[in-house]
Every structure is written in C-alpha cells, then in structure tokens.
C-alpha cells in the first residue's frame, strides 16, 4: 500500500511499474487486472446546476498527518472488502492548473472486478471525506472554497456496510 501527499506531479506509468515490481519481488505474477484512476483541474468550476465559471487556477490544501492516516485507513477497508495485490492512493496539494493532475488511485487484483470496485470505493471516499480543502480563483473576481457536493455524498452511502 502507497500513500502519499505531494505538491509534484506523478508519473502513472512509474506508479503502476513499482506496484507490478513489488510483486514480481515477492516471486508472484498473479495481477490479472490494474485499475488507475486519474483527476484532473478542471478549466471551469460549477457555480450552480445551471452554470460554470471559468477559473484560472485551484489551491489545494490539507491536515498534515490526518489526511495520511484517513487515506490509509480507507485503503485498508478496500483490501478488507476485496482480494487486492496491491493499492496506490497518491494525492497532490498546493497551486495547480487547470490540466494539472491532481489525485491518482490505483489498484491491483487478479481479477477485473475487484479492481474496479475498490478503485471506486476509493474515490467515492476521496472525494466526499478525504481531509482536503479545495479553492478555486476565478478568472475574474474573488477565490472561493469549494462545498462538498451532495452527489458525492450519495456516491459514497452505496458503500455502507449492511447490517
């Protein structure tokens, strides 16, 4: 498992190549499936359902050593809930531009369907609860923090354990 919080970019091909390397070391050549989400800046922010505004940049920011220990803990719920070989959860703060990569999952599994899944039970999570404050500056006017949004929120409650 790799977490990390970072201001440079990532190398998805790299990431992917130590992931499929760690277990070539330990004498295994089980992975069947490799899933990789990446999240981009965005050239438009969503002011409202019916607009969009154009911005010029977006600040990221977050809780040293809290934001670490929630992103580990949700990669171990996801290697609890499915047969994973491997997981990647790499996440970038500060300045960045619209194009910039901002977040990279990636998941291992000998089959497809597990890789999927945890890939996104990873990012419903990331984005709805992962501590991380986003800004975006307009091209004109004033920087505002960026709300969670409800859909994210919907998104995550399919995972919720049943009783």
């Known amino acids: 498992?790799?977490?990390r919080i970072q201001t440079e970019d990532f190398d998805i091909t790299k990431e992917i190549n130590a992931l499929k390397e760690d277990r070539s070391k330990q004498g295994k050549q089980d992975v069947g499936a490799i899933v990789t989400f990446t999240g981009t800046?965005?050239?438009m922010a969503k002011k409202d359902k019916?607009?969009?505004?154009?911005i010029s940049s977006m600040s990221l920011e977050h809780y040293p050593g809290m934001t670490e220990k929630e992103l580990s803990d949700i990669s171990e719920e996801a290697n609890k809930r499915w047969p994973l070989l491997g997981t990647?959860?790499?996440h970038r703060i500060g300045d960045l531009s619209p194009g910039d990569n901002i977040v990279l999952v990636i998941t291992l599994s000998s089959h497809r369907h597990a890789a999927f899944e945890a890939a996104?039970?990873?990012m419903d999570f990331l984005k709805s609860k992962a501590p991380f404050w986003k800004k975006e500056q307009p091209l004109e006017g004033d920087a505002n923090?960026?709300?969670a949004r409800d859909s994210d929120k919907q998104a995550l409650s399919r995972w919720e354990k049943q009783n």
């Open 120 to 122: 996104d039970f990873l």
């Open 1 to 3: 498992m790799t977490i």
């Open 41 to 43: 800046v965005r050239d």
């Open 145 to 147: 923090w960026v709300d």
């Open 88 to 90: 990647t959860i790499i």
């Open 50 to 54: 019916a607009s969009k505004t154009p």
